[in-house]
């Protein structure tokens, strides 16, 4: 499970480790400020649309094996990162990194429930599940700074090499058996498209935060909800579907991918927009502001380990919506920012519990399905997450560039509102299909 764990740390941590190492990598590199959006969004692009394939590529060759190749191919990225010459080769290695990242996270969470049973063993290997990908997020953007004041951007990438080893090494040693399902032909028109859905959507909404890049932006994401839009007509003609029917009408893969969803859409923007408000209104550098932010990942911590004890008495629809509405309050905590910058941790670390124990109970909600569906179950609601990031953090931030930071802030927790509404509600509608 540790090992499992730490896969799962390594690869999230990815999406916001270089965030604040930019302007030295790009002044290094001698690239222009227009260089920061494809280097921080290939990554999120390309780990985003490729997960489900890299769940159903588990499925087919198995889950161990695929996520070894994905640890190879996240070495190898990270040592051509680490000796980028120029922007353009770093910005290439970032995407390999985002791949390798897509084939390593959903076979290492189908291991971790094969190895789990059900019931208080399966309980606790989710949160630490969830505990390690929600901190990761935090956590990149202090070690990134960090880092890179003691020892230079490129010791981010040089570090990643032992590290992708030492890991590989790992799950030879401990990697449990995972089912596999019989050979099958993969449906790889169903794949481009998802991919091609997802890329846009998230490289449209990196995009949508910059004034300048807008009109594209909006372009692209409309562009990825026209072929999410395609997709079933394409997966109806697929003898082995990508997603499989039973997938998609699995009521508990759909609510936890919308919690997944709205759990990083509303904690991403808020803590993404409280940093900006800590370096451009209080003076922070990009090491303080992200020290202010370790309340968040401590916080993260203890709620998975809340999460745990919460879903012995209480189904995962209730928790992740009581979750979602701590989340909110967190959110909202944040406007005490504009008055003292010392309201960040604070309301941070709020928002740290809410995700903590929401994130538990939604990945539990989607992962509860067939054997068979378990590594497509894996997959969807990490893209969820991953989508919410993307959405969440492009509309927050356009919304506090028209109307303030307030604005952002409850934004961000209205979502996580809405969202714990809808999963009650379909609580009530399931409970009465039961009956």
């Known amino acids: 499970m540790a090992v499992l764990c730490a896969v799962q740390f390594t690869d999230v941590l990815g999406t916001t480790l270089v965030v604040a190492a930019l302007p030295a990598m790009l002044a290094d590199l001698g690239a222009p400020p227009s260089a920061a959006t494809p280097v921080v969004t290939v990554y999120s692009v390309l780990f985003g649309a490729l997960l489900v394939l890299g769940a159903r590529l588990g499925d087919r060759y198995g889950a161990v094996r695929v996520l070894q190749a994905g640890l190879v191919l996240f070495g190898l990225a990270s040592l051509a990162a680490a000796t980028a010459p120029s922007v353009g080769v770093l910005v290439a290695a970032r995407g390999v990194l985002g791949a390798a990242a897509a084939l390593s996270v959903p076979p290492a969470l189908r291991l971790l429930t094969a190895a789990a049973p059900d019931g208080e063993p399966r309980r606790r290997a989710l949160a630490a599940w969830s505990a390690a990908g929600a901190a990761a997020g935090a956590a990149g953007l202090v070690l990134g700074g960090v880092l890179t004041d003691l020892a230079g951007w490129r010791t981010l990438f040089w570090l990643s090499v032992p590290l992708a080893v030492a890991l590989l090494a790992a799950v030879r040693a401990t990697a449990p058996a995972a089912p596999r399902q019989a050979a099958g032909r993969l449906d790889v028109a169903g794949a481009a498209v998802l991919a091609a859905s997802v890329a846009a959507v998230v490289g449209g909404a990196a995009l949508l935060e910059h004034g300048g890049h807008r009109p594209a932006g909006g372009l692209l994401v409309a562009a990825g909800a026209a072929l999410a839009a395609a997709l079933p007509a394409v997966e109806r003609r697929a003898a082995d579907p990508l997603l499989p029917p039973a997938a998609l009408r699995h ?71 009581a979750g979602l509405a701590v989340i909110a309050l967190g959110d909202a905590g944040l406007l005490g920012a504009l008055l003292s910058p010392w309201a960040v941790p604070v309301a941070a670390a709020v928002a ?40 969440g953090v492009a509309v927050v931030l356009l919304v506090a560039g028209a109307a303030g930071a307030a604005a952002g802030w409850l934004t961000a927790a209205a979502v996580a509102l809405a969202v714990a509404a809808a999963l009650l509600r379909s609580r009530g509608r399931v409970a009465a299909d039961r009956g």
Request: charged share 10%; proline share 5%; aromatic share 2%.
């Open 352 to 391: 740290g519990l809410g995700i903590g124990l929401s994130s538990v109970a939604a990945t539990s909600l989607g992962t509860a399905v067939p054997d068979d569906l378990q590594g497509t179950a894996a997959g969807v609601v990490n893209t969820a997450a991953q989508l919410g990031t993307a959405l």
């Open 251 to 321: 009521p508990g893969l759909r609510a936890g991918a919308l919690a997944s969803a709205a759990n990083t859409a509303a904690t991403s923007s808020a803590v993404t927009l409280a940093t900006l408000h800590l370096q451009e209104e209080a003076g922070f550098g990009p090491t303080a502001a992200g020290l202010a932010l370790v309340p968040f990942s401590l916080c993260v911590v203890a709620g998975a380990a809340l999460a745990a004890r919460v879903l012995r008495r209480t189904e995962p629809r209730t928790a992740a919506a």
